[in-house]
Nanobody, 129 residues
Framework: QVHLLESGGGSVQSGGSLRLSCAVSGASYNTYCMAWFRQSPGTEREGVAAIDSDGKTAYVDSVKGRFTISHDTAKNTLHLQMNSLKPHDTAMYYC???????????????????????WGQGTSVTVSS
């Protein structure tokens, strides 16, 4: 059974940094797509960043140049390094995964949530001004 567990959320001031992690267990596929989504109260879940097993990445425009997604294949852990955080980055952040999947292009837009069949429970990020 595939299990995703996020960690690393917290509260920081504007301009600060956080590194989110998502430990993936129960899966051993060589081909995959993984992503970070976020959702704040009253809004739809938004794809923030995605990566696939070929190393292609995709970011939503609002985080380009500030956030970096990576996957540690040895530990099967997905990361999201978030720098220069802003109050509007405040949200619950979720990791997601799907297997036998590839992003259609590099530097494109993150795929929608419907692509992903596996989700973590979320980790909270609060950025104060």
């Amino acid at each position: 059974q595939v299990h995703l567990l996020e960690s690393g959320g917290g509260s920081v001031q504007s301009g600060g940094s956080l590194r989110l992690s998502c430990a993936v267990s129960g899966a051993s596929y060589n081909t995959y797509c993984m992503a970070w989504f976020r959702q704040s109260p009253g809004t739809e879940r938004e794809g923030v960043a995605a990566i696939d097993s070929d190393g292609k990445t995709a970011y939503v425009d609002s985080v380009k140049g500030r956030f970096t997604i990576s996957h540690d294949t040895a530990k099967n852990t997905l990361h999201l390094q978030m720098n220069s955080l802003k109050p509007h980055d405040t949200a619950m952040y979720y990791c997601a995964a799907e297997f036998l999947c590839r992003l259609s292009s590099n530097n494109g837009y993150p795929p929608p949530q419907g692509l992903y069949g596996y989700w973590g429970q979320g980790t909270s990020v609060t950025v104060s001004s």
